[in-house]
């Protein structure tokens, strides 16, 4: 059963798991990357200094829209409205790091990145994630 | 993500999960959700809306601090303002000799539209800042080439070393799609995404380039060729004859 936590509007750090990213680093092309191949069970990690022009989208799916992110990452990664939120003292802070998991894994060959990812949520005091599809 | 959700949440770690498919949230039973009536791909609603994102979010924050569980689906009131056609829109200007089909063959259609395209793209790149187009990690005429080398029968090898040459034809695949869609976004109006995808899939060489590499691939005997030609180059509501 998981555990349902109260929490109110001030002290919440939050952070995101978006699906199917991964980080380009480096321009101009033939830099190297690590990007999702198939139902890759890991997660790769996204620095919440990550620039717009450095994510992409790797994910296997090609069933879903693409060009709601071409125009505007937030679409499916909302960074820059969560630090707004944050600014706004909604929420209570941003977390330092976050990550993206292929999604359409299978669950048990997820079940050990899924908890190393919990220790590295909880080193970053992160206390609450939002899970985005595409 | 549902099981992701469950894992955080047995390590302490509070979640709430954004869906697109209800139905499919209801059957995988993630702790908490909010349910988003928004297309696939755009899980907080509409681009270049940062008030209608926020919505969102809080909403989704909002689900946190519910008591009653274990699994929790609230949903999302507002359609996306950006699902709907633009009549303003137009795409961009391409011959409908490269376009359609007199100017020489389809693979050379397709690099021919791609230099056609480059102004436009330019556009795109110099008002939103960025490009998604990178995933091969080749520039977009060498991408061009390699999947018009595949059309051509020719099966290249792959021009990076770690990536095999399927995997090398998908991401190329990937790039010129993305590179035509921002190509034809780099205007004032807004497009739906559909108006993009009847567009790209319909009128261009490129789209018609994917569908016929698709039917090739599809014959071939290499499973992991025919695996991504069949599931990962045209969307399963454009392959022709999906109705």
């Known amino acids: ?134 | 993500m549902s099981a992701l959700g469950h894992y955080l949440e047995e390590e302490g770690i509070a979640t709430v999960a954004i869906s697109l498919i209800r139905p499919q949230t209801e059957k995988t039973k993630p702790p908490r959700a909010l349910w988003v009536p928004f297309e696939l791909g755009r899980p907080f609603g509409p681009p270049s809306d940062p008030a209608f994102q926020k919505r969102v979010i809080l909403a989704a924050l909002q689900v946190l601090e519910r008591e009653k569980g274990p699994v929790l689906i609230e949903d999302f009131p507002d359609d996306d303002p950006r699902g709907r056609p633009d009549p303003a829109w137009h795409p961009p200007f391409i011959p409908a000799g490269v376009a359609a089909g007199s100017d020489g063959s389809l693979a050379a259609r397709l690099v021919a539209e791609i230099v056609l395209l480059r102004d436009a793209h330019q556009r795109w790149v110099a008002q939103h800042g960025r490009t998604t187009v990178g995933l091969s990690g080749l520039p977009i005429s060498e991408c061009a080439r390699y999947v018009a080398d595949w059309l051509r029968g020719t099966a290249p090898a792959s021009p990076r070393e770690g990536f095999s040459a399927p995997l090398m034809l998908r991401f190329a695949v990937d790039d010129v799609k993305a590179y035509c869609l921002e190509a034809a976004a780099a205007e004032i109006a807004k497009p739906s995404s559909r108006q993009l995808g009847d567009w790209f899939w319909n009128e261009t060489a490129a789209g018609a380039t994917i569908h016929a590499l698709r039917e090739a691939c599809l014959s071939s005997e290499d499973e992991r060729l025919k695996l991504i030609a069949g599931n990962f180059m045209v969307p399963a509501a454009r392959v022709r004859g999906s109705g």
């Open chain 1, 1 to 134: 059963m998981p555990r349902f936590r109260n929490k109110t509007p001030g002290d919440r750090t939050g952070a995101v798991a978006a699906q199917g990213c991964d980080r380009l680093l480096g321009r101009p092309c033939r830099a190297w990357r690590n990007p999702f191949r198939g139902r890759d069970p890991d997660y790769r990690v996204i620095p919440a200094d990550t620039r717009p022009e450095e994510l992409l989208i790797s994910h296997i799916s090609i069933n879903f829209d693409r060009t709601g992110f071409q125009e505007d990452w937030n679409v499916v990664f909302p960074l820059d409205r969560l630090r707004e939120l944050a600014a706004e003292g909604t929420i209570g802070s941003v977390g330092q790091t976050h990550y993206s998991f292929m999604g359409a894994t299978d669950p048990v060959q997820m079940e050990s990145h899924a908890r190393e990812l919990a220790g590295r949520l909880k080193s970053d005091q992160v206390d609450a994630v939002i899970l985005p599809p595409v």
